[in-house]
């Protein structure tokens, strides 16, 4: 147990050094919010992965590998993340880093819809604000959920103890060093969940025998585990064939990977980007981190079947990554790869309060009360905001009750509909119009609140969102001259 | 211990799309690369 506090405490520090380090290097909101669009390849890369996978990586999915075996919740649902990453570099990366700087330097998602539909109303930055503001809420009190749990399981600490020391940290360095402490520390963890997802698995699977014990023993908990095409239920330690996966199963697995083109704090690493030429460098290292951590994830989730059978099921799926390392690492490599999974979740709720308070500061102070506010006013307004969405989150995630995976769900959905098919359309359909991009987003953020049924919420709002742009934006005139002749140019590589 | 085996389907979706994705991210590196964007 000494060993583990101590590589978690040596940790922690790292970050908070990160912090200070950058404080240094923040004088404007451009510098705060986007690191001034300075992030080479691999810190964007490792960045985006980081934030992307949050504590649901290490957590929620290999707990949901563990609870349904290799069916709906860990090959569907991995090849649709995975399809969804590669999407969003090659068509949207590029495009969007382009586009942002062409339309006015936007830094902000909110104000890339502004700028580049010349909406002087501002309505456009509100709706997707507000959207910015709701789920993230959900979003960020998933992450101080999964701290909770990691802290709970690691070292006995109360739920609520737990909470509030995984939240003080992660607040503190967004607090001071913004987007580069941000960047900075998402690199380190990003690194850190890299390796934890080849080290863990590896000496898992030959620990319960290599891949035939593996299969043996998952086959000994049920032989339909091992079926891609089987779905399984787990309650009370015990796993429950239900038949076989229907299409809507699979299909709504398979569009966790629409979620990608609308998530706010992804797309922030996409426009931080030092040069549209990185993309394609950061895109490759994207693609090997996401899939072996991936398969490493899900890996984890059937290695815990075999490893705890039917003898010793576990209370929580979640905690699934968690006891397997302290059950067959010591304690000082344990450490090591827990601090991952508190990387894995503080990678995402930086990055989140981030774009949030960017949210608070740009699309609601600067632009409805001070026009004229300095720079410096900014930053401070913008580490405010952090202190004040922190408690909120904090607030919310309160409820031990609540799982990493439904939050995240939700708001994961969320984002994807009401901002997924706007940003696309954006980048691609010149013809699209400001009441197009509205309609979108409100089509899209109403259906995933209000849609109930067995399809994932993000299939409807995503198809819904779509249709809407379209109606909405061929009843209205076609866009001027100016915002075409813009849109033109986000299709050419910049000048340098 | 009784050998178990994974069907062909699994085994397919397992092993084979997500390594594609990879492929493609090469593919397009070396493509973009070579005409200088």
Same mark, same amino acid.
């Given at each position: 147990?000494?060993?583990?506090? =101590?590589? #978690?405490?040596? %940790?922690?520090?790292?970050? &908070? +050094?990160? *912090?200070?380090?950058?404080?240094?290097? $923040?004088?404007? @909101?451009?510098?705060?919010?986007?690191?001034?669009?300075?992030?080479?390849?691999?810190?964007?890369?490792?960045?985006?992965?980081?934030?992307?996978?949050?504590?649901?990586?290490?957590?929620?999915?290999?707990?949901?590998?563990?609870?349904?075996?290799?069916?709906?919740?860990?090959?569907?649902?991995?090849?649709?993340?995975?399809?969804?990453?590669?999407?969003?570099?090659?068509?949207?990366?590029?495009?969007?880093?382009?586009?942002?700087?062409?339309?006015?330097?936007?830094?902000?998602?909110?104000?890339?819809?502004?700028?580049?539909?010349?909406?002087?109303?501002?309505?456009?930055?509100?709706?997707?604000?507000?959207?910015?503001? =709701?789920? #993230?809420?959900? %979003?960020?009190?998933?992450? &101080? +959920?999964? *701290?909770?749990?990691?802290?709970?399981? $690691?070292?006995? @600490?109360?739920?609520?103890?737990?909470?509030?020391?995984?939240?003080?940290?992660?607040?503190?360095?967004?607090?001071?060093?913004?987007?580069?402490?941000?960047?900075?520390?998402?690199?380190?963890?990003?690194?850190?969940?890299?390796?934890?997802?080849?080290?863990?698995?590896?000496?898992?699977?030959?620990?319960?025998?290599?891949?035939?014990?593996?299969?043996?023993?998952?086959?000994?908990?049920?032989?339909?585990?091992?079926?891609?095409?089987?779905?399984?239920?787990?309650?009370?330690?015990?796993?429950?064939?239900?038949?076989?996966?229907?299409?809507?199963?699979?299909?709504?697995?398979?569009?966790?990977?629409?979620?990608?083109?609308?998530?706010?704090?992804?797309?922030?690493?996409?426009?931080?980007?030092?040069?549209?030429?990185?993309?394609?460098?950061?895109?490759?290292?994207?693609?090997?981190?996401?899939?072996?951590?991936?398969?490493?994830?899900?890996?984890?989730?059937?290695?815990?079947?075999?490893?705890?059978?039917?003898?010793?099921?576990?209370?929580?799926?979640?905690?699934?990554?968690?006891?397997?390392?302290?059950?067959?690492?010591?304690?000082?490599?344990?450490?090591?790869?827990?601090?991952?999974?508190?990387?894995?979740?503080?990678?995402?709720?930086?990055?989140?309060?981030?774009?949030?308070?960017?949210?608070?500061?740009?699309?609601?102070?600067?632009?409805?009360?001070?026009?004229?506010?300095?720079?410096?006013?900014?930053?401070?307004?913008?580490?405010?905001?952090?202190?004040?969405?922190?408690?909120?989150?904090?607030?919310?995630?309160?409820?031990?009750?609540?799982?990493?995976?439904?939050?995240?769900?939700?708001?994961?959905?969320?984002?994807?509909?009401?901002?997924?098919?706007?940003?696309?359309?954006?980048?691609?359909?010149?013809?699209?119009?400001?009441?197009?991009?509205?309609?979108?987003?409100?089509?899209?953020?109403?259906?995933?609140?209000?849609?109930?049924?067995?399809?994932?919420?993000?299939?409807?709002?995503?198809?819904?969102?779509?249709?809407?742009?379209?109606?909405?934006?061929?009843?209205?005139?076609?866009?001027?001259?100016?915002?075409?002749?813009?849109?033109?140019?986000?299709?050419?590589?910049?000048?340098? | 211990?009784?050998?178990?085996?994974?069907?062909?389907?699994?085994?397919?979706?397992?092993?084979?799309?997500?390594?594609?994705?990879?492929?493609?991210?090469?593919?397009?590196?070396?493509?973009?690369?070579?005409?200088?964007?």
């Amino acid at each position: 147990m000494a060993a583990t506090y =101590i590589t #978690f405490v040596v %940790y922690l520090l790292v970050l &908070l +050094v990160i *912090g200070l380090w950058t404080y240094r290097m $923040t004088s404007t @909101l451009s510098d705060y919010v986007l690191g001034g669009r300075k992030l080479n390849s691999w810190v964007a890369a490792l960045s985006a992965q980081a934030s992307d996978m949050s504590g649901w990586l290490l957590l929620g999915l290999p707990g949901a590998a563990y609870a349904s075996g290799m069916g709906m919740w860990s090959i569907w649902i991995s090849i649709g993340l995975a399809t969804g990453t590669m999407i969003n570099w090659q068509y949207v990366a590029k495009r969007l880093r382009r586009y942002t700087e062409i339309a006015g330097d936007s830094i902000t998602l909110s104000e890339y819809f502004e700028n580049r539909f010349r909406d002087r109303t501002h309505l456009l930055r509100l709706v997707s604000a507000v959207f910015i503001l =709701i789920f #993230f809420l959900f %979003y960020t009190a998933s992450g &101080l +959920v999964a *701290g909770g749990t990691l802290f709970e399981a $690691t070292f006995g @600490l109360d739920y609520h103890t737990a909470v509030i020391v995984g939240g003080l940290v992660i607040i503190g360095y967004t607090f001071l060093g913004g987007f580069l402490a941000v960047s900075w520390t998402d690199f380190i963890q990003g690194t850190l969940m890299f390796l934890a997802l080849i080290i863990a698995p590896i000496v898992a699977i030959d620990y319960v025998g290599g891949l035939d014990g593996l299969f043996s023993k998952i086959a000994a908990a049920n032989p339909d585990l091992l079926d891609v095409a089987k779905d399984v239920t787990f309650a009370d330690g015990v796993w429950t064939s239900t038949g076989t996966l229907s299409v809507v199963g699979i299909i709504s697995a398979l569009a966790w990977g629409l979620g990608y083109f609308g998530q706010p704090h992804i797309l922030a690493r996409f426009m931080a980007i030092r040069s549209d030429k990185d993309v394609r460098t950061s895109r490759l290292i994207s693609m090997i981190w996401v899939v072996i951590t991936l398969y490493g994830a899900i890996i984890v989730g059937f290695v815990g079947i075999a490893l705890f059978g039917t003898d010793q099921p576990l209370q929580n799926t979640e905690t699934v990554f968690i006891d397997m390392v302290q059950l067959i690492f010591n304690p000082w490599v344990a450490g090591f790869l827990l601090a991952a999974v508190l990387s894995a979740i503080m990678s995402t709720i930086d990055s989140q309060l981030l774009v949030s308070s960017s949210a608070l500061t740009e699309d609601f102070y600067k632009t409805f009360l001070r026009r004229d506010a300095s720079q410096n006013e900014l930053v401070w307004v913008g580490r405010i905001s952090v202190l004040i969405i922190a408690v909120i989150a904090t607030a919310l995630a309160w409820n031990e009750e609540n799982t990493v995976l439904g939050l995240v769900s939700y708001a994961w959905a969320g984002f994807g509909a009401a901002f997924g098919p706007a940003v696309l359309f954006s980048l691609f359909w010149k013809r699209m119009t400001w009441l197009g991009a509205l309609a979108g987003m409100v089509v899209g953020g109403l259906t995933v609140i209000f849609w109930k049924g067995e399809l994932y919420e993000i299939v409807p709002g995503f198809i819904f969102a779509s249709i809407a742009i379209v109606v909405f934006s061929l009843l209205t005139k076609e866009p001027s001259a100016e915002i075409q002749e813009e849109f033109e140019r986000s299709t050419r590589p910049l000048e340098s | 211990m009784e050998q178990v085996s994974l069907t062909a389907a699994t085994w397919f979706w397992l092993v084979v799309p997500m390594p594609l994705l990879i492929v493609w991210a090469i593919a397009t590196y070396v493509i973009e690369g070579r005409r200088g964007e």
